[in-house]
């Protein structure tokens, strides 16, 4: 083989080389992009108690006492 023939192979393959990498670089590049802010999570509700009742100060204090 001569000097030549190496060259020109050593040539096609760089070629085909840069090729697949600007191809696959043109392909990443038209891939759409995903906006994270596009689909913002609803706030979350704070629970809400079953049942709501104000308690006296009587019953506090019993509820108290039978704690001790």
Do not use: C, F, T, Y
């Amino acid at each position: 083989m001569s000097k030549k023939s190496k060259a020109g192979k050593v040539l096609a393959v760089g070629l085909i080389a840069g090729l697949v990498a600007v191809l696959v670089a043109v392909w990443k590049a038209s891939k759409p992009i995903e906006d994270p802010w596009e689909n913002e999570p609803l706030p979350a509700h704070p629970h809400q108690p079953a049942e709501s009742r104000e308690a006296s100060v009587e019953e506090i204090r019993e509820i108290l006492e039978d704690d001790k």
